[in-house]
């Protein structure tokens, strides 16, 4: 059975001939002009939707759609503004082509998400009748520690630190906390979780995850690495290299992992007793003389008494040196 597509255009000039060229290429086209038949359904294997609707804002659209099947979206619309690109993709399509655009490019685009989708669905509906395969055998998620009130889910895929990726049931966890993401993210991580830390070229993911044909905006690719960050919650897990690529750069902690002993330190010698802290002498007691003491230098002496030096001593007495001296006799 060929691809089914439901294409949500309110101009009957373009859809008819839209409608005519896709049946030429084999897909099987069923037309609605308004939002809420599109969000009717059946949404078919993809959905061509206009954003210039005239009930329903096709943004609007593109999300009730979302919410409710993980179809794959490719947006087709004259507003070619960045702003209306990015929203589009942020809310889940898969892809963004500006009016106007050839045939050949919009049925490339159709087969490439097409093929996508139908690969993962083969790859889980053949892990799901064959016990014990795994399309990609990955080490198994180690478990994390939980609070009785949030048991920890049973997954099989890469565990990348507290980041769980699961191909064959399309989950995503960080930690206890499942993320919801488009078709398109949740290929671009899982290639970059295929071998973390590796660099991926632009080129390599979009041929990888869009198509080996893809002619579009490489700024799809930044607008859907952004996303990622956001709903990730981690912004530097997904790093981006200028020039080069992108990496997935997640800190990974194993629980099985063995961790180093601790490093035995000597005990430390015991401190000698600080000693006491000097304390000089006591000041040797000082003899103190009394000064208070006065003497009485008031008492005088009497000066007054004088001597009696008129007396004169009489040396008119003349001695006699006819006598002879008293030492003639010993002559």
Not at 58 to 66: A, H, K, L, Q, T
Not at 266 to 289: G, L, S
């Amino acid at each position: 059975m060929g691809v089914r597509v439901l294409l949500i255009e309110d101009d009957r000039t373009i859809a008819e001939p839209l409608v005519e060229g896709l049946g030429n290429f084999g897909l099987t086209v069923h037309h609605v002009g308004t939002g809420n038949e599109g969000l009717r359904g059946p949404y078919g294997d993809v959905v061509l939707l206009d954003l210039g609707l005239p009930d329903i804002d096709g943004i609007d659209v593109c999300r009730g759609i979302r919410q409710a099947s993980d179809v794959p979206i490719i947006i087709l619309s004259a507003r070619g503004e960045e702003a209306d690109r990015v929203l589009g993709l942020e809310l889940g399509a898969d892809d963004y082509l500006a009016k106007p655009f050839s045939m050949r490019e919009l049925v490339a685009r159709v087969r490439a998400v097409t093929r996508r989708t139908q690969r993962g669905l083969q790859e889980r509906d053949f892990a799901e009748t064959t016990p014990g395969y795994n399309a990609q055998p990955q080490p198994q998620p180690q478990p994390q520690p939980q609070p009785q009130s949030q048991p920890q889910p049973q997954l099989t895929g890469d565990a990348v630190g507290p980041l769980v990726v699961d191909r064959r049931t399309r989950q995503v966890w960080v930690g206890p906390d499942s993320v919801t993401l488009t078709p398109k993210e949740f290929e671009l991580l899982a290639l970059l979780t295929e071998d973390p830390g590796a660099v991926y070229s632009r080129q390599q993911i979009l041929d990888r995850v869009w198509d080996p044909h893809y002619q579009g905006p490489t700024k799809t690719l930044d607008v859907h690495v952004a996303t990622l960050r956001r709903k990730l919650g981690h912004p530097a897990w997904i790093q981006t290299l200028r020039g080069v690529g992108f990496r997935l750069a997640v800190q990974t902690t194993s629980p099985d992992t063995p961790q180093a002993p601790a490093p035995q330190y000597a005990p430390a010698p015991q401190q000698a007793p600080t000693p006491p802290a000097y304390e000089p002498p006591a000041p040797y007691p000082h003899r103190t003389h009394d000064f208070t003491q006065t003497h009485d230098f008031t008492q005088t002496h009497d000066f007054t008494q004088t001597h009696d030096f008129t007396q004169a001593h009489d040396f008119t007495s003349a001695h006699r040196f006819d006598e002879p001296h008293p030492t003639a006799a010993y002559r």
